[in-house]
């Protein structure tokens, strides 16, 4: 079974609307953290937001939360207000309980439209 | 801060040289790097888990032979492409990790290195 699943191959937003991108993961393990990183053309991954499996309210940071619900086993990142410079690869990762490696998700592609 | 670097960030190779690659982090020590192979619109596939002072950790399926890492310091770690074939041609892209003060571990990655094998 997938661990990290993001079904959105690509997505498309108008500039300075907000966007969702859907990641669902399958742990057993009550200890787990999900990341989301951006990988614009030049390749680079950009570390984004981090959500832990304990933590109680859902990650902030700046134009990025983490729409975390447990229950589902869910982790969408939203992004407001989008920029033309928001377009890029998405991936979502997950690493599970005392192991330092990350299980990444096939990615979505975001393009902004002007 | 959380910077990493990676050398060379593009190589052409003949088939059946070797090659190797640098990642090192700037501003941080970090005692545990990670070297990902990265095919064209594919996601990251981890190859090996790189701890400073002991021999990496590899994937199933990856080679340990045919991928040599060495991390001899806390900042740098060296992936070698030993006799490469033109299906080794792909993206190599390493992390870094650091831990912040919630004792959250989080991987901060390097540009990436293009490798092409002729």
């Known amino acids: 079974a997938q661990k990290i699943t993001q079904t959105q191959p690509g997505m498309f937003v108008q500039e300075k609307e907000a966007v969702t991108l859907d990641c669902t993961y399958d742990t057993s393990d009550p200890s787990y953290g999900l990341f989301w990183y951006k990988q614009p053309s030049s390749g680079e991954m950009i570390f984004l937001i981090y959500q832990g499996s304990y933590d109680q309210q859902n990650a902030t940071e700046g134009r990025y939360s983490l729409n975390f619900q447990k229950a589902r086993k869910s982790a969408n990142l939203v992004i407001s207000a989008s920029q033309l410079g928001d377009s890029a690869m998405y991936f979502c990762a997950m690493r599970e309980g005392g192991y330092n490696k990350l299980i990444f998700g096939a990615g979505t592609r975001l393009a902004v439209h002007p | 801060g959380a910077v990493v670097s990676q050398h060379p960030s593009w190589v052409i190779c003949k088939s059946g040289t070797s090659v190797k690659i640098e990642c090192r982090s700037l501003?941080?020590?970090?005692?545990?790097m990670f070297w990902y192979r990265q095919f064209p619109k594919q996601s990251l596939m981890l190859m090996a888990t790189?701890?400073?002072?002991?021999?990496?950790?590899?994937e199933q399926g990856v080679e340990k032979d045919k991928f040599l890492i060495n991390h001899a310091s806390l900042t740098l770690s060296t992936l070698t492409v030993t006799s490469a074939h033109p299906e080794d041609s792909s993206f190599y892209i390493c992390?870094?990790?650091?831990?912040?003060?919630?004792?959250?571990?989080?991987?901060?990655f390097g540009p990436g290195t293009r490798l092409t094998v002729l």
């Open positions: 501003d941080f020590q970090a005692t545990t």
């Open positions: 992390s870094a990790s650091i831990r912040g003060r919630d004792s959250t571990d989080t991987q901060y």
């Open positions: 790189s701890n400073e002072g002991s021999k990496a950790t590899y």
